[in-house]
């Protein structure tokens, strides 16, 4: 709330008034009303005169009548024009407006807007733009107009199916729906007639067919160039804002609640490609992101996380919470419950089930596919290309393992605690204490 009143403030609401607000919505609503009377009305085209020509008067407030957020949405050459949102301004020198600028439609928000035309921070932008808007209520603070701009999703459609999975011999990186439902599958490694109740051959989608979450028309692909995963997408779409609470509606998106303590960093350019993410679901809270969080389809419980910048192009389940993320968070397929992790730079292009928790990785976690129940682990840098199953726990592992297919392993998997090393002539073993005996015992990763 002191961000608010300190707005307030500069609009001329005295200290004592602001004591008296007690935060609430139809009292402030009263007092900016008051305050803001003697606004004068200009169009935008008026406003964009007066600021050419230096012939604003500094002190007073103008209500831009016919402010939207006007914007090209990301990834298309289509425009779209918001309902237009009056917005109050205040000059400050004949030329300038300050920055901040409220809006009598939502009260609580402190608007940082800019009369410019600068396409390269907000293409198709007509009547200048909105750089950072914060719901000072919720604790909202993000460096765009969330309310108002629109990012487009295309459809899944997924043509290839098969009834249990185990028809067809399908490759890694295979994309299959199940016959007579909406249930996507991926194929985790190359082995044949495997059905889909088989979670170390198959992982469930996070999303399923026929619903609107693909950042890209036609051909969505996942992971890497050299471990692509395609998911067709239908030449259909639909515009969602950042937060919506369902990805299929008709035509109108849901509303939204339980968002609040959220802020996301500013870009420095073209600010709402380098924004293009969606949440759909409730439960948004207390998440701090740097810049560059772009091409994300989230699901619902993204909580308690704190992320470094360039989180982008990744597909998250439900119950995303709790996770402290270094940079590059890229290019990921995660099923639900990734949760309590603490991750350095450079975690990309993996595939990830379901109860992904409790993990410590250092730097360089890439082109794995893990299974589900992935937990308390410490892996030290540069763990790649591996292969792992369902219920890989308390693996304490050194720097560089990398291209190891531990399907059929079973050491890894057991219920007690494992050190991994590296022989000098670059064999990989572990260490670990028998369940009968206390004396660490050594054996091949593999074995």
Same mark, same amino acid.
């Given at each position: 709330?002191?961000?608010?009143?300190?707005?307030?403030?500069?609009?001329?609401?005295?200290?004592?008034?602001?004591?008296?607000?007690?935060?609430?919505?139809?009292?402030?609503?009263s007092?900016?009303?008051?305050?803001?009377?003697?606004?004068?009305?200009?169009?935008?085209?008026?406003?964009a005169?007066?600021?050419?020509?230096?012939?604003?008067?500094?002190?007073?407030?103008?209500?831009?009548?016919?402010?939207?957020?006007?914007?090209?949405?990301?990834?298309?050459?289509?425009?779209?024009?918001?309902?237009?949102?009056?917005?109050?301004?205040?000059?400050?020198?004949?030329?300038?407006?300050?920055?901040?600028?409220?809006?009598?439609?939502?009260?609580?928000?402190?608007?940082?807007?800019?009369?410019?035309?600068?396409?390269?921070?907000?293409?198709?932008?007509?009547?200048g733009?909105?750089?950072?808007?914060?719901?000072?209520?919720?604790?909202?603070?993000?460096?765009?107009?969330?309310?108002?701009?629109?990012?487009r999703?295309w459809?899944?459609?997924?043509?290839?199916?098969?009834?249990?999975?185990?028809?067809?011999?399908?490759?890694?990186?295979?994309?299959?729906?199940?016959?007579g439902?909406?249930?996507?599958?991926?194929?985790?490694?190359?082995?044949?007639?495997?059905?889909?109740?088989?979670?170390?051959?198959?992982?469930?989608?996070?999303?399923d067919?026929?619903?609107?979450?693909?950042?890209?028309?036609?051909?969505?692909?996942?992971?890497?160039?050299?471990?692509?995963?395609?998911?067709?997408?239908?030449?259909?779409?639909?515009?969602?804002?950042?937060?919506?609470?369902?990805?299929?509606?008709?035509?109108?998106?849901?509303?939204?609640?339980?968002?609040?303590?959220?802020?996301?960093?500013?870009?420095?350019?073209?600010?709402?490609?380098?924004?293009?993410?969606?949440?759909?679901?409730?439960?948004?809270?207390?998440?701090?992101?740097?810049?560059?969080?772009?091409?994300?389809?989230?699901?619902?419980?993204?909580?308690?996380?704190?992320?470094?910048?360039?989180?982008?192009?990744?597909t998250?389940?439900?119950s995303?919470? !709790?996770?402290?993320? %270094? @940079?590059? $968070?890229?290019? =990921? #397929? /995660?099923?639900? *419950? &990734?949760?309590?992790? +603490?991750i350095?730079?450079?975690?990309?292009?993996?595939?990830?089930?379901?109860?992904?928790?409790?993990?410590?990785?250092?730097?360089?976690?890439? !082109?794995?596919?893990? %299974? @589900?129940? $992935?937990?308390? =682990? #410490? /892996?030290?840098n *540069? &763990?790649?290309f591996? +292969?792992?199953?369902?219920?890989?726990?308390?693996?304490?592992?050194?720097?560089?393992?990398?291209?190891?297919?531990?399907?059929?392993?079973?050491?890894?998997?057991?219920?007690?605690?494992?050190?991994?090393?590296? #022989?000098?002539?670059?064999?990989?073993?572990?260490?670990y204490?028998?369940?009968?005996?206390?004396?660490?015992?050594?054996?091949d990763?593999?074995?």
């Amino acid at each position: 709330m002191r961000t608010f009143n300190n707005y307030l403030r500069k609009i001329g609401i005295s200290d004592a008034e602001v004591a008296t607000l007690k935060n609430s919505e139809s009292e402030i609503q009263s007092q900016l009303n008051l305050k803001t009377a003697n606004a004068i009305s200009k169009t935008y085209a008026e406003l964009a005169i007066m600021i050419s020509n230096g012939t604003l008067v500094p002190g007073q407030h103008y209500l831009l009548t016919d402010y939207a957020s006007v914007h090209t949405i990301p990834g298309t050459v289509d425009t779209n024009t918001p309902t237009a949102e009056p917005i109050i301004v205040l000059a400050i020198a004949a030329n300038k407006l300050a920055p901040e600028a409220y809006s009598p439609s939502f009260p609580q928000d402190v608007i940082y807007y800019s009369p410019s035309n600068d396409q390269a921070i907000v293409p198709g932008c007509t009547k200048g733009f909105i750089y950072k808007r914060v719901d000072t209520q919720n604790s909202i603070d993000i460096g765009f107009d969330w309310r108002n701009v629109k990012f487009r999703r295309w459809q899944i459609s997924v043509t290839a199916e098969d009834a249990t999975g185990a028809v067809g011999n399908y490759t890694k990186g295979a994309v299959i729906k199940k016959t007579g439902t909406v249930e996507i599958y991926i194929k985790l490694n190359d082995a044949t007639a495997q059905l889909f109740t088989n979670i170390s051959a198959w992982k469930r989608f996070e999303w399923d067919d026929l619903q609107y979450v693909s950042p890209v028309a036609s051909a969505w692909y996942i992971l890497d160039s050299a471990y692509q995963v395609l998911i067709p997408c239908s030449a259909l779409y639909m515009d969602y804002t950042m937060f919506c609470t369902a990805p299929t509606v008709d035509g109108v998106q849901s509303s939204y609640s339980s968002i609040f303590i959220i802020k996301i960093a500013q870009n420095n350019s073209n600010i709402l490609t380098n924004c293009n993410s969606i949440f759909f679901g409730n439960n948004i809270t207390n998440n701090t992101i740097e810049s560059g969080f772009y091409s994300n389809t989230i699901g619902n419980i993204f909580t308690g996380n704190t992320i470094g910048s360039g989180f982008y192009s990744n597909t998250i389940g439900n119950s995303f919470s !709790s996770n402290t993320i %270094g @940079n590059s $968070f890229s290019s =990921n #397929t /995660i099923g639900d *419950s &990734f949760s309590s992790n +603490t991750i350095g730079d450079s975690f990309s292009s993996n595939i990830i089930g379901n109860s992904f928790s409790s993990n410590t990785l250092i730097h360089g976690f890439f !082109s794995n596919t893990i %299974g @589900n129940s $992935f937990s308390n =682990n #410490t /892996i030290e840098n *540069s &763990f790649r290309f591996n +292969t792992i199953g369902n219920n890989f726990k308390f693996n304490t592992i050194g720097a560089d393992f990398s291209s190891l297919n531990l399907s059929s392993a079973t050491l890894v998997y057991a219920a007690y605690p494992k050190w991994w090393f590296k #022989t000098p002539d670059g064999t990989k073993k572990l260490y670990y204490f028998a369940n009968t005996s206390f004396a660490l015992t050594v054996a091949d990763v593999t074995a």
